[in-house]
């Protein structure tokens, strides 16, 4: 596994690579806004380690994009910037862009305050994953022939109206998420998936500590030959389809509240033993450079950190 971190304008991004010298980055990638990142391209273009694009993208009434909602006005344009984002990882020799699944309502986004509401009906659930299945087969057939990676990451099932790190994760909104069945089908069909440990266990709503467990197991085994980048993390109580981003530091890795904790995160690296093709990282609230050296620290004991 190639060991990375996370940067974003604003994130004392430059600094953090100095400080970690890591095999890749992952770029915080707002696609509404490109302008945005010309000095970290070209920074980031002149070292010796990979880059990956997370993708993220709104429209000009504040609606996140979706490629699958029965709405032209949105689809239309969402597919644009989806297109326009792999033709600027092809311009900057990224290895891969990576996509959350759609919602099957719309979500009005404002990523300067974080804040997210529920804007519409739930579409119909059959429609929109056969959309969302072939549009996402063709930006996977156009980022090949870029020289791209296309990934579809795991996502919670439940959120809150708020992504500010210091949510309260008890205010529960339902913002009607694609099932992680349609990924295992996308992974069935070629397409590479990233997981995020902490996204694919809030899949199964329980207070079942040990129903998680082997939830998460099972998909992460299931995904595992599709599986590109790994978003290593863990949630605590409550159990509730909200996910959790937290220090790799937090006491409550080594106990039985958080899953995976750090000896399942150990067991779950390990069904990645011999591969050089995987990408990881953590995305922690604060102290990127911390938490890179922690999960390195996690990565050797599995014995699976590419060096």
């Known amino acids: 596994m190639k060991l990375g971190i996370k940067v974003a304008p604003g994130n004392a991004w430059k600094r953090n690579i100095e400080a970690t010298h890591p095999a890749m980055v992952e770029i915080w990638y707002n696609a509404s806004k490109p302008a945005d990142y010309d000095d970290m391209f070209a920074y980031v273009s002149a070292q010796n380690l990979d880059i990956g694009l997370h993708y993220w993208g709104a429209l000009p009434n504040n609606l996140l994009t979706n490629i699958s909602?029965?709405?032209?006005?949105?689809?239309?344009?969402s597919l644009e910037l989806m297109y326009?984002?792999?033709?600027?990882?092809t311009k900057h020799k990224c290895v891969y862009v990576n996509v959350h699944p759609d919602l099957y309502s719309l979500l009005h986004v404002n990523f300067d305050t974080m804040d997210i509401r529920v804007m519409s009906e739930s579409a119909d659930s059959s429609s929109t994953c056969r959309t969302f299945i072939k549009n996402i087969l063709n930006l996977n057939d156009y980022a090949k022939s870029r020289g791209v990676i296309l990934t579809i990451e795991t996502v919670p099932m439940r959120d809150t109206p708020t992504w500010n790190p210091n949510r309260d994760r008890t205010d529960v909104i339902n913002t009607?998420?694609?099932?992680?069945?349609?990924?295992i089908d996308l992974a069935h069909r070629g397409v590479a998936i990233a997981n995020d440990l902490s996204h694919t266990a809030c899949n199964l709503i329980s207070n079942n500590h040990a129903d998680i467990w082997r939830f998460l197991y099972d998909t992460t085994k299931t995904l595992s030959s599709?599986?590109?980048?790994?978003?290593?993390g863990f949630i605590v109580p409550p159990y509730n389809g909200v996910d959790n981003h937290d220090s790799l530091d937090n006491p409550v890795l080594n106990s039985d509240d958080a899953i995976p904790n750090k000896k399942q995160m150990i067991e779950l690296l390990k069904l990645f033993g011999n591969r050089d093709d995987v990408w990881i990282l953590v995305e922690p609230k604060t102290d990127h450079v911390k938490n890179y050296f922690l999960a390195r620290g996690?990565?050797?004991s599995a014995k699976v950190l590419t060096e």
């Open 176 to 183: 009607h998420q694609m099932s992680i069945d349609v990924l």
């Open 69 to 77: 909602y029965p709405d032209p006005s949105v689809t239309k344009p």
């Open 84 to 89: 326009a984002t792999i033709d600027v990882a």
């Open 226 to 232: 599709a599986t590109r980048l790994i978003h290593l």
């Open 298 to 300: 996690i990565l050797k």
